[in-house]
């Protein structure tokens, strides 16, 4: 497999931006297996957290498929009320981006979606918005209550003034942020993808991890829920990450 860090000029978030590439370049193309998968990052790492972190290069050599690892700062993958389109980012211009510079095929069927923490956000907000542009999408430890993050964020601190610069000045998520009022509106698509969500037993986010789930089961949208004693790190998130490569590539 290749590794490929790169840089690349985004229209929607009008800056030069890191990008870390898992390509499959030694592997025969099998059709019922080849397509990409979009990684995303947590809340204040990079691009490369996922290959300094945990064995994730290891765990795809099995399968034939391209992992994209996108950079986003500490933007919750949001069109900024101040800054950059960085949803647009990654919903629509980086698979175009992706299409032209590595030949990666943007059909549904063979396109998949995680994070982690503020990459799991990320990660459900995109598929819950697109639910047609996915095959599958998984969330560790995510922050699915998006309101919880912005409430609970001491006003005077450094954090607070990034999420005002993400979501206000009087923070506030707008139509398509919170996921408790597009879970429904996700759970009816038509086209929909299978859907994994972990979380960690001694994580503060567990509660509202299980209140999604719970959100979704009753809405009829059928997903994967696991959680095992864990905190908020990379041990958690490494288990994780093999434990939905399995959940999306092996029948």
């Known amino acids: 497999m290749a590794f490929i860090q790169c840089e690349l000029k985004s229209e929607s978030i009008q800056i030069d931006t890191s990008l870390a590439v898992i390509l499959p370049h030694d592997k025969p193309h099998k059709p019922d297996c080849q397509g990409v998968l979009y990684l ?19 765990y795809v050599s099995k399968y034939d498929i391209a992992v994209i690892m996108p950079e ?10 101040f800054g950059g389109s ?19 095929e943007q059909a549904p069927e063979k396109t998949w979606i ?31 209550d998006i ?13 607070y003034r990034s999420l005002q610069g993400v979501f206000g000045v009087n923070p506030e ?28 037993l001694e994580d503060v986010r567990l509660d509202q991890n ?6 979704l089961k009753e809405q009829g949208y059928e997903h994967e829920y696991q959680e095992w004693t864990g905190v ?13 490569l399995g959940f999306f590539f092996e029948k």
């Not at 986003?72 to 900024?80: E, I, M, P, S, V």
């Not at 299980?210 to 959100?215: E, K, Q, V, W």
Request: charged residues 20%; glycine residues 8%; proline residues 4%.
């Open 232 to 244: 908020h790190d990379w041990d958690f998130w490494d288990a994780s990450i093999k434990k939905a």
């Open 147 to 159: 309101r919880w993050r912005l409430e609970e964020t001491p006003k005077t601190s450094l954090s």
């Open 86 to 104: 960085y949803f647009s980012y990654i919903t629509k211009e980086l698979p175009e981006l992706c299409s032209r510079m590595f030949h990666i």
């Open 210 to 215: 299980r209140r999604l789930s719970a959100l």
């Open 173 to 200: 998520p707008m139509a398509g942020e919170d996921l408790f009022e597009i879970a429904g509106t996700a759970a009816r698509a038509p086209q929909r993808p299978r859907l994994m969500i972990t979380c960690g």
């Open 40 to 58: 995303l990052h947590g809340r204040g790492q990079s691009a490369q957290a996922w290959m300094r972190y945990t064995g994730l290069e290891h």
């Open 114 to 144: 995680a994070g982690l923490s503020m990459g799991g956000y990320g990660t459900l907000k995109c598929a819950f918005n697109y639910p047609d542009q996915y095959a599958g999408c998984a969330a560790f430890s995510a922050v699915t």
């Open 72 to 81: 986003a700062g500490r933007t919750f993958y949001t069109d900024k009320r």
